[in-house]
C-alpha cells in the first residue's frame, strides 16, 4: 500500500529526502555504456571557485539538469560532469584582500610558495560552496567526476597542451602592446575588458611648430586650419585633442593624414613638445589619422596607445614609457609628474599646460573606457613582455560551425562566431600573477630576458620548455608568469575526461562520452570560451580522424542574460538580484525551476518576475492537489464529504505500464478519453520537439496548458460522475493513472523532487526504483501500445470535446462579463443548428455543471439576451435582469472589432506567396478553416448587432 499524499506539498522535506536517496543510491553516477547505447555528455561551465550562486547560475544549472534529467528517461548513457574554475586574478585578489585585512600583508611579504599555501587552504575551505549550492537546486551532476582546473591531472593536461603548441612554433613570447590592469597587475586579453561610457574631457592644445610656415591655399572644400594655429598670418602651431594630457610627455611625433591639405606642406616639420623635456619631435603622415576628428592631428604616444604603437612600428619612432606598472607617473613624464597617480597627473598636466599657455580648453566629453572585468579600473594600454599564441585550427573551427557539425541554439550567433574568427588576433597567454598554472619555461641563469630574440627562444642552450623541468634546475629559472585561467578551461570537454593520460582516460569513458553532447552557457563567453574550446578539439583530440570525432560539443545552446522588470542585468551593485537560495526556501527548487523557464525563450534575455516564480510553486501544488485527489478517488463512495474520514490511498496496480493497461476497456473509452489521450500525444510531441529544437520555454508553456487545462479542469472534473458508477470507475480511474504517470515522467527533468515523491506515492515504482530508471515512450510509441490494447485515438471525438471545451470557455467569459461569474443559477439558451444542438444536448448536464449554470436549453426563437458566439451555436445568458442594450452593443462592438483584426490577419498570410509556397498542406488548409470560422463568426457578430 502506498503511503497516503498529505493535504499540502511540503517542498523542503520532499528536497532534503530525495536528493538524500539519490545521491545514497548514487543516482547520477555515469553508467558504463551498452554496446549500441547512445550516451548523453555535459561538461559544466566551470563557475569561478570564488563563486556564490547567482540567478544567471540557476537558469544555465537548471537547463543542463533538464537536458541531462531527459537523457537519462530516453534511456541514454547520460553524464554531466561539474568542476569549478581556479580563477586567476578573481582568486588572487579575494585572498590578498584578507592577507592585508587580517594580517596587514602583501603576497610579496609571504613569498611566492607561502601565498600560494594560503590560496589553497582557501580554496579546501570555502573552494566548493557553489557546488554543494547547485545541490540545492536538484542539479544531477555525476559529483564522483568533480574536477578543479588546478588538480593535478588537470594541471598537467593544461602544461601538456602549452608545450606541444610552444613545439609547433603556434606559441611565442614577443613585447606588445597589451590590455594591463594597474589594479591586479597582469595584462588582460581584449574579452577581459569592459567598455563602459565615462564621463571626462577633451583637451584642445597647441604644439608650436620649431619653424612657423606660410598658410596653406586650400581647396574651397577642405576644412580650415583652427584659428589658434595662426599668428600673424603665419602657421605658428600644430592644434590637436586629447583625453590624456598626462601623456604628452611621451610623445614621439604628431601625425596628420597624408592627404590632408592643411597640413601636406607641413609634413617632415617639427613641433616643439609642450610638456616634459622641451624637445622637438616630427610632423608625419599616416593614414590612421582621422582628418575629421578634431582638427586632424594626432598626439603619437606608442607606449601607451595601441594605435600609436602601430605608428610607431611603420615609422620606426623611439618609445617612452611614463606610466608604471602601478598607474603612477615614472620619470619619463617630466620631473612635474612623476610619482604622481595616472588621474592626478592628468589633472596636473592640464594646470602646466594652462600656465604655458599651450592649453587653449578643456571641455567636458564622454568617450568609451576600456575597464578592467575584475577590478573595475581603467585599463592602460601598456608595451610588455608577453607570450603569445597563434590559435590553431582556426579554418576548421569556421567549418565546423559553418556546415553544421556544431550546431549553434539560436542560429544567428553563428554569424557573430564566423566573423570574429575572420578577425582574430594573438592570444596573451600569459598572466602576471602567481596563482595559476605557471608557464613551463626555464631561462639559463644570467640569461637578459629582456633582449633575448627569436633565435634565442629557439635555442635550448638559453630556454627550456617542459612538462617537468630542466634536468639541472639550479642552472635555471622557471617563468615568473602563468596562463591565463582561459587558457585552461578551453581544455575542458576532454581534459575532464583523463586527456592526456591514456590510463585515466579508459577509466573515464572517453572514448564514448567524447565528443560531448551540448554546452550550455551565455553568448557573453563565446570568445572567451566557446570558440577557444572548439580549437582545442579540433587541434588535441583524436587526431587523424573525422572532424565529428574532435569536436568538443556537438550543440551550443546560449541562454538569455536574467535581467529585472526594467531590462538592467541582475547585479549585487544595483541591489535588483534576488539570491536563488531565498527563493528555493520559499518556493522550492521546482518551483523556481519551472517558474524559470517558461520565462525563458530560445536565446533571449530573461525578464525575471518573481511571481512567475510563484506560478511555478502554484504548478507544483496543482499537481500535488490533483495526486492527492486522484489517491482519495478510490475509496467506495468516490469523493468524500469533508467531514468524512478519507478513504485509504490508491491500491491499484500502478507499477508498470502494463498494469495500468490491463484495468483499461477499450469498450468504455468515450470521447473526453479520447480527446485526453489525444491532447497526452499532442504534449509527447511538443516536448520532443521542444527538446530537439531547444525550446525550453515552448515546453513548459505545454505541460502547464495540458495539465491544469485539459487534465485537471476538463476531464477530472467531466470523470467525476464516471468514478461514482461502480461500472465506469475502474476504467476512469486508470485513465487518471495513466496520464499522471506519462505526466509525471515528462516533467520530472523540469520538477524533479515533486515527480519522485509522487511517482512513489501512487505507486508507480517500487521503494528502491528510482523515477530515472523508467524509459519514458515516445508519443509514436506509446500510440503502438495503444493500439495493441485495441485503443486507437479517435481524431473526430477529440474534435467534439475541442468545441465543447471552447463553448465552455466562452460560456465563462460571457458570465465574467456580466459579472455573473460566480452565481450557478443562471441559464444559457442556445440558437443552433440541428447538428450542433445534438452535440450540445448529449452533454448539456456535463455542461451546465462545467461552467456553473442552472441548465442549458435551445431557443426556439432569437431572445433579447447578451450573447456570444461559440462553434456549437450562440449562446445567450438569462441571468434574470433587464438587458442594458447600449452596454450590450458596446461589448459586441468591441469584439467584432477584435475579430476584424485577426481576420485580416489570416488573409494576410494566405495572400503572402512565401507563407503559401513554404507552409506545409496541413497548416495551409488549418490557415483556410481559420479564416472560414472567423468569418462564420464575424457574419453571426454582426446579425447579433442588427438584432439589437
Known amino acids: 500500500m502506498s503511503a497516503e499524499i498529505t493535504k499540502s506539498y511540503e517542498p523542503h522535506d520532499v528536497e532534503k529526502k530525495w536528493y538524500s536517496a539519490w545521491m545514497q543510491a548514487r543516482a547520477f553516477a555515469a553508467p558504463e555504456p551498452k554496446p549500441g547505447q547512445e550516451t548523453h555528455t555535459i561538461v559544466i561551465p566551470p563557475p569561478n571557485v570564488t563563486g556564490i550562486l547567482h540567478m544567471g547560475h540557476a537558469l544555465n544549472n537548471t537547463l543542463q539538469d533538464v537536458l541531462t534529467r531527459r537523457a537519462r528517461l530516453e534511456g541514454k548513457a547520460a553524464c554531466w560532469i561539474p568542476g569549478t574554475d581556479h580563477a586567476g586574478i578573481a582568486t588572487q585578489t579575494m585572498v590578498e584582500k584578507h592577507i592585508k585585512k587580517t594580517e596587514g600583508k602583501t603576497r610579496y611579504d609571504l613569498g611566492r610558495d607561502e601565498f600560494l599555501k594560503r590560496v589553497w587552504a582557501w580554496r579546501d575551505e570555502k573552494g566548493d560552496l557553489i557546488l554543494r549550492q547547485l545541490r540545492e537546486l536538484g542539479c544531477s551532476c555525476d559529483w564522483d567526476r568533480t574536477h578543479f582546473t588546478m588538480d593535478p591531472g588537470y594541471s598537467r593536461a593544461v602544461l601538456t597542451a602549452f608545450v606541444k603548441l610552444y613545439k609547433q612554433g603556434l606559441i611565442y613570447r614577443g613585447k606588445r602592446m597589451v590590455n594591463w590592469c594597474p589594479v591586479s597587475l597582469t595584462a588582460l586579453s581584449d574579452e577581459e575588458v569592459e567598455m563602459r561610457p565615462t564621463k571626462g574631457h577633451i583637451y584642445r592644445v597647441r604644439y608650436e611648430l620649431v619653424e612657423p610656415a606660410p598658410i596653406p591655399e586650400l581647396p574651397e572644400d577642405a576644412r580650415p586650419l583652427p584659428p589658434e594655429a595662426i599668428n600673424d598670418g603665419r602657421v605658428t602651431h600644430i592644434v590637436l585633442e586629447t583625453t590624456r594630457p598626462e601623456t604628452i610627455a611621451a610623445d614621439v611625433a604628431v601625425a596628420v593624414h597624408p592627404d590632408d591639405p592643411r597640413y601636406k606642406t607641413l609634413i ?101 573606457v576600456g575597464y578592467s572585468q575584475r577590478a573595475g579600473v581603467p585599463i592602460e594600454p601598456r608595451l610588455t613582455w608577453q607570450w603569445w599564441l597563434r590559435y590553431p585550427r582556426v579554418e576548421e573551427a569556421k567549418q565546423v ?61 638559453k630556454i627550456h620548455v617542459s612538462l617537468d623541468g630542466p634536468a639541472d634546475p639550479e642552472n635555471w629559472t622557471q617563468e615568473d608568469d602563468v596562463l591565463d585561467t582561459w587558457a585552461s578551461s578551453w581544455l575542458w570537454p576532454f581534459a575532464t575526461l583523463g586527456w592526456p593520460d591514456a590510463a585515466a582516460m579508459k577509466a573515464a569513458n572517453y572514448d564514448t562520452l567524447y565528443p560531448t553532447t551540448t554546452l550550455a552557457t551565455g553568448a557573453d563567453i563565446i570568445f572567451f570560451w566557446v570558440a577557444r574550446m572548439i580549437m582545442a578539439g579540433l587541434e588535441f583530440t583524436h587526431e587523424g580522424e573525422p572532424l565529428e570525432k574532435r569536436i568538443p560539443f556537438k550543440h551550443v545552446y546560449f541562454n538569455g542574460i536574467v535581467r529585472d522588470k526594467q531590462g538592467r542585468k541582475m547585479s549585487k551593485s544595483l541591489g535588483n538580484s534576488p539570491d536563488p537560495l531565498d527563493l528555493i526556501k520559499k518556493y522550492g527548487a521546482d518551483g523556481l525551476r519551472f517558474g524559470m523557464l517558461q520565462i525563458a525563450p530560445l536565446g533571449q534575455d530573461v525578464k525575471f518576475d518573481e511571481d512567475r516564480i510563484e506560478g511555478g510553486k502554484n504548478f507544483c501544488n496543482k499537481l500535488w492537489n490533483a495526486c492527492r485527489f486522484r489517491q ?233 439576451l447578451p450573447a456570444i458566439v461559440t462553434p456549437l451555436g450562440t449562446l445567450y445568458l438569462d441571468t434574470g435582469v433587464k438587458v442594458d442594450a447600449a452596454a450590450e452593443r458596446a461589448r459586441l462592438t468591441k469584439e467584432l472589432a477584435q475579430l476584424e483584426k485577426h481576420i485580416a490577419g489570416t488573409q494576410a498570410r494566405l495572400a503572402n506567396e512565401a507563407f503559401v509556397s513554404k507552409a506545409p498542406p496541413a497548416v495551409l488548409e488549418g490557415a483556410k478553416k481559420q479564416l472560414a470560422d472567423q468569418q462564420a463568426k464575424k457574419a453571426e457578430l454582426e446579425r447579433l448587432l442588427k438584432a439589437l
Open 401 to 461: 560551425v559553418r556546415d553544421g557539425t556544431i550546431k549553434f541554439h539560436p542560429e544567428r550567433w553563428t554569424k557573430v562566431y564566423l566573423n570574429w574568427l575572420e578577425n582574430i588576433q594573438d592570444w596573451c597567454i600569459s598572466r602576471q600573477l602567481w596563482w595559476g598554472h605557471r608557464i613551463p619555461v626555464w631561462y639559463r641563469k644570467g640569461v637578459d630576458r629582456d633582449t633575448l630574440t627569436p633565435a634565442d627562444l629557439a635555442d635550448p642552450q
Open 268 to 368: 617632415g616639420k617639427k613641433v616643439w613638445r609642450p610638456l616634459g623635456e622641451r624637445v622637438q619631435i616630427a610632423i608625419i603622415a599616416d593614414a590612421a589619422v582621422d582628418p575629421v576628428f578634431a582638427a586632424g592631428a594626432l598626439k603619437v604616444t606608442p607606449a601607451h596607445d595601441k594605435v600609436d604603437f602601430d605608428i610607431g612600428q611603420r615609422h620606426k619612432l623611439p618609445v617612452i614609457d611614463s606610466i608604471n606598472a602601478d598607474g603612477t607617473m615614472n620619470a619619463g613624464a617630466g620631473p612635474e609628474l612623476a610619482g604622481l597617480d595616472r588621474f592626478v597627473a592628468r589633472k596636473k598636466s592640464a594646470e602646466i599646460l594652462s600656465e604655458r599657455g599651450a592649453l587653449i580648453e578643456a571641455k567636458p566629453y564622454e568617450n568609451n
Open 632 to 864: 482519495m478517488s478510490s475509496g467506495s463512495a468516490g469523493v468524500p464529504p469533508a467531514d468524512k474520514e478519507r478513504p485509504a490511498p490508491c491500491q491499484a496496480d500502478n507499477s508498470s505500464l502494463d498494469a495500468i493497461l490491463a484495468r483499461l476497456n477499450p469498450a468504455q473509452l468515450d470521447d473526453d478519453d479520447h480527446a485526453l489521450l489525444g491532447a497526452l500525444l499532442d504534449t509527447m510531441r511538443v516536448l520532443e520537439r521542444s527538446f530537439a529544437e531547444f525550446e525550453f520555454a515552448t515546453a513548459t508553456q505545454r505541460l502547464y496548458s495540458f495539465f491544469w487545462n485539459d487534465f485537471c479542469d476538463w476531464y477530472v472534473e467531466v470523470a467525476k460522475t464516471r468514478v461514482q458508477d461502480p461500472a465506469a470507475k475502474t476504467h476512469a480511474l486508470a485513465m487518471q493513472d495513466l496520464v499522471i504517470r506519462e505526466f509525471l515522467l515528462l516533467f520530472a527533468p523540469f520538477a524533479p523532487f515533486i515527480t519522485e515523491e509522487l511517482w512513489h506515492l501512487l505507486g508507480y515504482g517500487a521503494a528502491n526504483d528510482l523515477l530515472q530508471n523508467t524509459r519514458l515512450e515516445t508519443a509514436d510509441e506509446l500510440v503502438g501500445i495503444l493500439s495493441k490494447k485495441d485503443m486507437l485515438i479517435s481524431d473526430s471525438a477529440t474534435a467534439r470535446v475541442e468545441k465543447l471545451q471552447q463553448t465552455a470557455t466562452l460560456a465563462r467569459q460571457l458570465k465574467a462579463e456580466q459579472s455573473v461569474a460566480q452565481k450557478r443559477d443562471v441559464k444559457f439558451l442556445v440558437l443552433a443548428d440541428d447538428a450542433n444542438w445534438t452535440a450540445l444536448s448529449s452533454n448539456a448536464a456535463k455542461l451546465a455543471r462545467l461552467v456553473g449554470a442552472a441548465s442549458i436549453e435551445r431557443a426556439a426563437s432569437e431572445p433579447a
